[in-house]
């Protein structure tokens, strides 16, 4: 099962975005209005579209946070997000970002084709995703067997 199916009918244009010269304050602030726990940073002229240079979550906020105290509030988030930012694409199955996500220890990954970032996807998104998927091959084994 690839990061393809996991998104579909998703809308690109509804991913929360910042851009690296906003406040971690201002970050902060977007993760609490929107209830997310990360956003990607992009950049470039009409930044929706420009290239993914950093993810900023709440963990970069309080590694900060707890390092230098309410100053860091007013730091640029190209200070404190995480980067670089690691992708993946369409065809990554959900399995390799799972793996990607507990090796690397972060829980958000920008998809990305073309140089564009097309998703977001949680750990939240992929453990849901697949163990609805557990859940569809239980169901089909226990129909198999009630069937013969």
Do not use: N, W
């Amino acid at each position: 099962m690839t990061i393809a199916r996991v998104i579909s009918g998703r809308d690109p244009s509804a991913i929360v975005r910042a851009v690296p010269t906003m406040s971690m304050q201002e970050g902060i602030d977007l993760l609490a209005r929107h209830r997310i726990g990360a956003v990607p940073v992009v950049e470039g002229p009409g930044a929706e579209d420009g290239p993914v240079v950093g993810v900023f979550s709440e963990r970069d906020a309080m590694y900060c946070l707890a390092r230098e105290g309410a100053a860091a509030l007013d730091r640029p988030l190209a200070e404190v997000m995480t980067a670089p930012v690691i992708t993946i694409t369409l065809q990554t199955t959900v399995l390799e970002a799972l793996s990607m996500m507990t090796a690397r220890r972060f829980r958000h990954l920008p998809v990305v084709e073309d140089g564009k970032m097309i998703g977001l996807v949680s750990m939240g998104d992929l453990v849901k995703h697949r163990l609805d998927a557990v859940e569809r091959e239980a169901e089909a084994m226990r129909s198999y067997i009630q069937a013969t």
